[in-house]
């Protein structure tokens, strides 16, 4: 049985009870692309309505920090398989990531992107080097280093993010990436450190993104994830925010506060 990469819809109602355990008044999602202390990109999954349920995790990140907005991955989210979304992704994660360089990359302002299914997918291609994949289509290059490293802006703007902050993206969580590869330090979840995702990337694609972005991912993958880990268990997909969010969380503030 081939799957594609399957909605959070079937579950809503779970994500939804975990949301309304968050304290309202503090955890208030901003939509918003002010340079705030923390802002959070959201790449939803395929056929979420925005933000998506990765909005849970946005929640105890915005309680967590003072002066955090969001942004939208604004993309089709439809099926990979049978629309141009996923090459309609990576184009806009370029563009969005491009711009919260340039208007930000100056200031204190801290990104964190958090990227579910098809959306870890574009987000991590973005960085990696996308397609090279019958379904994915021919490979795609990864972001300059002037925008995923911040290279060239470090050195103009030496007393914002400095040289010691140099990468655009200070933390990024994906929760059951399409292209999960095995055995990379920064996977997370039980057993899943021998398992590969439905779209396996190219050897070099997971050298660069491990070599370059590895110290800023965490990347979660649940035992029997048919996406992710090649299985054949679909709630295994739908259940992250159950699951990680807490733990995702506590790893985002430590990095947060490590970049203060
Ligand atoms: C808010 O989210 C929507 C998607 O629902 C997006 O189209 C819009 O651009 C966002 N606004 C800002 C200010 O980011
Ligand atoms: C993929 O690459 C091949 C060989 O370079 C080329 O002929 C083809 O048009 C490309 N396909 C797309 C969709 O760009
Ligand atoms: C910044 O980097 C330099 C050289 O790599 C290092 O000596 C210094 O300790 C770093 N500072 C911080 C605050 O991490
Ligand atoms: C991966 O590791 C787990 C736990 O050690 C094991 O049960 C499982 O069979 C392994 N799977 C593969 C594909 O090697
Ligand atoms: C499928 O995954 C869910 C969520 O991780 C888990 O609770 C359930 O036991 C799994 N089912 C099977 C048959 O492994």
């Known amino acids: 049985m081939r799957f594609s990469i399957l909605a959070g819809h079937l579950l809503f109602g779970v994500n939804l009870v975990s949301a309304t355990a968050i304290e ?9 692309t002010a340079c705030s202390n923390v802002h959070i990109l959201i790449a939803r999954g395929t056929t979420e309505s925005y933000p998506g349920s990765l909005s849970t995790l946005a929640e105890l990140i915005t309680a967590n920090n003072k002066d955090t907005t969001y942004e939208n991955l604004v993309y089709p989210a439809t099926d990979e ?9 990576k184009t806009v994660v370029r563009k969005q990531l491009t711009s919260f360089v340039e208007r930000c990359g100056h ?13 870890a997918m574009v987000i991590a291609d973005t960085l990696a080097g996308g397609g090279g994949d019958s379904t994915l289509g021919n490979m795609t290059d990864p972001i300059s280093f002037d925008i995923g490293k911040h290279s060239k ?5 030496a007393h914002g993010r400095g040289a010691n902050r140099s ?5 990024l969580v994906l929760y059951g990436d399409p292209r999960h590869a095995p055995y990379q330090p920064y996977n997370q979840g039980l057993n899943t450190f021998n398992v590969t995702g439905k779209y396996p990337r190219a050897e070099f694609q997971v050298q660069h993104l491990t070599d370059n972005y590895g110290h800023m991912i965490h990347d979660f993958c649940n035992v029997g994830d048919p996406v992710c880990a090649s299985g054949s268990n679909i709630t295994a997909h739908m259940v992250y925010p159950d699951i990680w ?14 970049a203060r």
């Open 245 to 258: 969010d807490q733990t995702a969380a506590n790893w985002v503030q430590s990095v947060l506060e490590k």
């Open 24 to 32: 309202r008044t503090t955890s208030e999602l901003v939509n918003s």
């Open 153 to 157: 802006i470090a050195k103009f703007y």
């Open 81 to 89: 398989t049978s629309t141009d979304s996923y090459h309609i992704g």
């Open 167 to 171: 990468d655009a993206v200070d933390a």
């Open 107 to 119: 200031s204190d302002s801290k990104l964190v992107v958090l990227a579910y299914s098809q959306g």
